[in-house]
Antibody, heavy 123, light 107 residues
Framework: QVQLQESGPGLVKPSQTLSLTCTVS??????????WTWIRQPAGKGLEWIGR???????KYNPSLKSRVTVSRDTSKNQFSLRLSSVTATDTAVYYC???????????????WGQGTMVTVSS | DIQMSQSPSSLSASVGDRVTITCRAS??????LNWYQQKPGTAPNLLIY?????QSGVPSRFSGSGSGTDFTLTISSLQPEDFAC????????????FGQGTKLEIK
């Protein structure tokens, strides 16, 4: 069973760049009908879809964050990453990485999630 | 962006009850609708995908229905472990937006 694990700093200063990495335990992230996705959740609030990378390397981002967000990958390490620039306190949240699945080319939910990592933006 | 709205926002129920949660999309999304369960301090867990398909390993007391703009998640007989927060998500177009969540509490 594939597992995902987020890693990165738990504290980021305002105006700096948040950088997180998701390590995928098995199965190359460059194959299969999957997308590798970042989601966040402020404390006590709902879920916000940030962006994703398909196995072919194409990316899609939430327009509300598009100018600040980049999802990339390192296939040699089977990792994908999130960079969010110019952070403010409103970016404080638990950040999750997840695997999006397609069945017969139809998006079929986020079936594997990391445990999440708390990131606080504060000076 | 497609807006997803859930109702109710919170719900009190008893073990053994039948419970229904509703999710409405701001435009037609076909059957591109997923449901998740989230317990405190843990990541969401996929229950239902494509509106009505049960994710592997999820108990059969969970079911989903609907298409277009209106969807429901039904739990046929609540168990103690079902008290949690439930989210819907559309995967019709990016960003794949979520509903605001429904908190299911013990009466």
């Amino acid at each position: 069973q594939v597992q995902l694990q987020e890693s990165g700093p738990g504290l980021v200063k305002p105006s700096q760049t948040l950088s997180l990495t998701c390590t995928v335990s098995s199965g190359p992230i460059s194959s299969g009908d999957y997308s590798w996705t970042w989601i966040r959740q402020p404390a006590g609030k709902g879920l916000e879809w940030i962006g994703r990378m398909y196995t072919n390397g194409n990316t899609k981002y939430n327009p509300s964050l598009k100018s600040r967000v980049t999802v990339s990958r390192d296939t040699s390490k089977n990792q994908f990453s999130l960079r969010l620039s110019s952070v403010t306190a409103t970016d404080t949240a638990v950040y999750y990485c997840a695997r999006g699945r397609a069945i017969s080319r139809s998006p079929s939910g986020l079936d594997v999630w990391g445990q999440g990592t708390m990131v606080t933006v504060s000076s | 962006d497609i807006q997803m709205s859930q109702s109710p926002s919170s719900l009190s129920a008893s073990v053994g009850d039948r419970v229904t949660i509703t999710c409405r999309a701001s435009q037609s999304i076909g059957n591109y609708l997923n449901w998740y369960q989230q317990k405190p301090g843990t990541a969401p867990n996929l229950l239902i995908y494509a509106a009505s398909s049960l994710q592997s390993g999820v108990p059969s007391r969970f079911s989903g229905s609907g298409s277009g703009t209106d969807f429901t998640l039904t739990i046929s007989s609540l168990q103690p472990e079902d008290f949690a927060c439930y989210f819907c998500q559309q995967s019709y177009s990016t960003p794949h937006t979520f509903g605001q969540g429904t908190k299911l509490e013990i009466k």
